[in-house]
């Protein structure tokens, strides 16, 4: 018998794909340390830390389920380089609102809602972005080559995220917001032309029903597939209570006292966390007992949370942090297994636009929390609340939810 040849992972148009994705989120993940730091450098404000997440997170919410529906429908290449370009122009709006020429000329009442008017426009096209580019990595990769394909995806998306944070800190500290600014844009514009380096792929779903049915198409999948309901549930609920960076601005300035700087490292921390985990399991993947991985991994990142709210020092801080990323990192692997795994092709957008309310919903929502609970009982106390919250989440999991307990693939 003839020895199959397995096919790599690794082709042409993968390969442009996950530069073109590299260079898109390392400058998008620049933007939560530049746009943290100067808000709360206007404003001095907890809470409008909170409102900046919630500017983002209600067109996300809102958009998410008629996103995955059109995403499906459209031709995917096209639909995200719309959603590139349109990134382009709202960073270019915010280096020049959070400009120091903005803050001479004008108000920073008008400065401030400036911030949180272009970041709703980021949710609106963050909506569609998400969705298509998961849906997108299908149709570039074979079946068979899914899984690893996801590992290298959600790596790449990490070395960004590492790296965007990092950039962002020292440029902030050593040059200016315009400045630091201005990378931001010019990584979203060569992602644009390199992403014209993919051809086009069919349209997977050729369905005729209103967007409305679509919608309740996609629900109806996820809430009949268990195991990846409640992975979604449990990833939501956890970072919502348990999610610290919405505040490390103020823990960077006001408790660390490491400045912006410091806030860059403390913000890639977690990410870094994330990609050691996430590299360790591409070539040592999970075998067994997944969903009972996924509660203790969750559980492990409330402590962490826990240790980082009473931590003082700078390194025992990143460490938490980072450890926490650890945690994350298995947990992100293993929901993006079950969602790859369990979803077929046509059905890709519509449940990656449902999986995006949950992210949203944990990260930015959470991020709202966050502010709003620091302002209510101080910063150290809702952070330990949050991380406590977590773990009552896990305990309560464990045991309404044994589904997910057992749960394997």
């Known amino acids: 018998m003839m020895k199959r040849i397995p096919i790599p992972v690794i082709n042409k148009e993968f390969t442009w794909f996950i530069i073109a994705r590299i260079l898109f989120i390392a400058g998008l993940r620049m933007t939560p340390v530049l746009l943290g730091w100067r808000l709360y450098e206007i404003t001095g404000s907890k809470l409008a830390l909170g409102f900046l997440g919630l500017s983002e997170v209600i067109p996300a919410i809102l958009l998410a389920l008629p996103a995955g529906v059109k995403v499906d429908k459209s031709n995917k290449h096209r639909l995200i380089s719309i959603c590139i370009a349109l990134y382009f122009f709202i960073m270019l709006g915010l280096l020049i609102v959070t400009s120091h020429w ?32 998961n849906a997108f990595l299908a149709q570039l990769i074979p079946q068979e080559s899914l899984v690893k394909a996801v590992s290298v995806n959600s790596m790449v998306w990490l070395v960004a995220a590492v790296a965007g944070p990092a950039v962002a800190g020292v440029l902030m500290g050593y040059t200016n917001i315009t400045i630091a600014f201005t990378p931001v844009c010019v990584l979203i514009a060569i992602s644009f032309f390199l992403f014209q380096k993919i051809k086009p792929k069919p349209v997977s779903w050729q369905g005729s029903s209103k967007t409305w049915d679509g919608v309740k198409e996609g629900l109806r999948f996820v809430f009949h597939q268990k195991a990846l309901l409640g992975a979604m549930s449990l990833d939501m609920f956890a970072v919502l209570f348990g999610g610290a960076i919405a505040l490390l601005p103020v823990f960077a300035s006001d408790i660390l006292h490491v400045g912006p700087q410091g806030l860059g490292w403390l913000v890639a921390a977690t990410y870094l966390g994330n990609f050691v985990a996430i590299a360790w399991l591409t070539t040592h993947p999970l075998k067994k007992k997944q969903g009972r991985t996924l509660l203790y991994v969750v559980a492990g990142f409330g402590l962490c949370i826990l240790v980082f709210a009473i931590s003082q020092n700078f390194w025992l801080s990143f460490i938490a942090l980072f450890a926490g990323g650890l945690f994350d990192g298995v947990s992100v692997i293993i929901r993006g297994t079950v969602v790859q795994l369990f979803v077929p092709d046509e059905m890709r957008g519509r449940v990656s636009s449902v999986n995006s309310i949950f992210i949203n919903s944990s990260n930015e929502l959470g991020q709202f929390e966050s502010g709003v609970a620091a302002a209510a009982m101080g910063t150290v106390p809702s952070v330990i609340f949050g991380g406590c919250m977590t773990l009552v989440v896990v305990f309560v999991t464990w045991f309404k939810a044994p589904g997910l307990r057992k749960f394997e693939y």
Do not use: D, H, P, Q
Not at 107 to 128: D, M, P, Q
């Open 102 to 133: 903005m803050e001479e000329n004008y108000s920073k009442r008008l400065i401030e809602w400036s911030i949180y008017a272009l970041v709703f426009c980021t949710g609106a096209v963050r909506a569609f972005t998400a969705s298509a580019f």
